[in-house]
């Protein structure tokens, strides 16, 4: 064992591990990203506040139960590198380790129902094809783990848009990007109330579309859970 630790000091010493948020070298204790940055995470707190910024955004636009951003996402800041990190390098074990500290948070503070499964915002088709993951899925994998509840991973599903987008009309293309998402037929959801993940919000429309979804197929209640809130 010492001799292990021995090796895994020399290895740390030569080709440290770099926190993807603060770019300096990792302890080999620590994994995915530093704790210094972990305790500076800049949380919104929505979880204790019902009536929030990320709630009202689907005021009139879908019946949402509860919804929820854990962190702000600022130009620069600290979680654009964690999503850069995510997203662009394939991280998807530091988006499970951020899911996993978010529902920790959402269980601790017990201030929002825990629903019975969560499923995750599917992602373009051409961007699967990139990527070769969906983020929402990790960071739905990691909250699910925390929450000890169920994650439907294709639960919803995503098609690609016929016809350039480009020539429609904007009402047109709103109802093209309603159509591309579809319940999955081979999954039946018999769960009362479903937690919607996604990695981030902006004006809320992507997860509009699967709320109204799922409600369409007789859940009784939807909750969208968004890793972090864009703000200026
Ligand atoms: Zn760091």
New binding site residues.
Partial sequence: MKAFLLIHDLLDLFYPNI??????P?QHTEKH??I??ELQLPKTNFISAKDNSVYKLFLGRADVEQADAWLYFVKKGMVQKLMYSLKYKGNQALGERLGYLYGLDIKTQNTMKIPDCLCAVPLHPDKIKTRGFNQAAAIARGMSQALEIPFVEDLIQRQSNSGSQTRKKRFERWESSVQSFQMNADIHCGYKSVGIVDDIITTGSTLEICANLLKGFGVDKVQVFALCQAIN
């Fill in positions: 926190c993807p948020a603060c770019d300096k990792m990203f530093c210094y940055c």
